[in-house]
């Protein structure tokens, strides 16, 4: 599986959008990009995957660039609710997860 | 809503003693994942199970930890003897997946948090 490299944290005001970055130079054909993020003391949570086109869900926004290098999760609103450590994830078989980055969202 | 559960949520033994960790996959998955995570290593992969088949397990350490799928709704994780490097949390994920490669979404237990003495 590809090596991804995210920042190691960011700051986010409260009510703006979080914009989270993630490189993925590496990326194969069949490799989907995935965000899960974990809050303090539970299990990584699931945002959302992509392959090659741009994704939106309930909770973000997945754009992929078109020579799928990088990628950029988007929360278009952030609450203090999340906070937690987000982490890209690119795959075709097993979830290899890495250090992620922890986004602090300011009140 | 349907979830993973795992038990215990918390466990402390000593030194030497069998654990037994336990997961409840969400009904109708068919892969299932075992990590674990400490502050130095990250979430690491220890095992998975693709139909009850472990397909991974190069992740775990095989002279003290096992992994099984004695049915469909029961995986276990069984550390024997423990030594206080295993003490991590231990997370279960379920997936369903509908080809030969994994790229289900897997959805996670809340952990079973392990200290060994």
């Known amino acids: 599986d590809a090596k991804t490299t995210q920042p190691p944290s960011m700051d986010c005001a409260e009510g703006r959008a979080a914009n989270l970055p993630c490189n993925h130079s590496?990326?194969?054909?069949?490799?989907?990009v995935y965000w899960y993020r974990q809050i303090h003391s539970q299990g990584p949570q699931y945002i959302i995957h992509g392959l090659k086109n741009n994704e939106t869900n309930e909770m973000a926004s997945l754009i992929i660039t078109e020579d799928r290098k990088s990628s950029t999760l988007i929360l278009p609103h952030a609450t203090l609710r999340d906070t937690a450590v987000y982490y890209c994830?690119?795959?075709?078989?097993?979830?290899?997860f890495g250090k992620g980055t922890r986004l602090h969202i300011l009140p | 809503d349907a979830r993973v559960t795992q038990t215990p949520r918390h466990k402390v033994t000593e030194m030497g003693q069998e654990v037994t960790m336990r997961c409840q996959p969400i009904l109708g998955h068919n892969t299932v994942f075992w990590y674990r995570q400490t502050m130095m290593q990250g979430l690491e992969l220890l095992a998975y199970?693709?139909?009850?088949?472990?397909?991974?397990d190069s992740g775990m350490p095989k002279d003290r930890f096992s992994a099984e799928m004695p049915d469909a709704t029961l995986a276990t994780l069984k550390i024997q003897p423990s030594e206080p490097r295993d003490s991590a949390v231990y997370f279960c994920?379920?997936?369903?997946?509908?080809?030969?490669?994994?790229?289900?979404?897997?959805?996670f237990g809340p952990g079973t948090r392990l200290t060994v003495l």
């Open positions: 199970f693709r139909n009850r088949a472990p397909l991974d």
């Open positions: 994920a379920s997936g369903l997946s509908s080809g030969a490669r994994s790229t289900d979404t897997q959805y």
């Open positions: 994830i690119v795959r075709n078989d097993k979830i290899i």
């Open positions: 590496t990326i194969s054909g069949n490799e989907y």
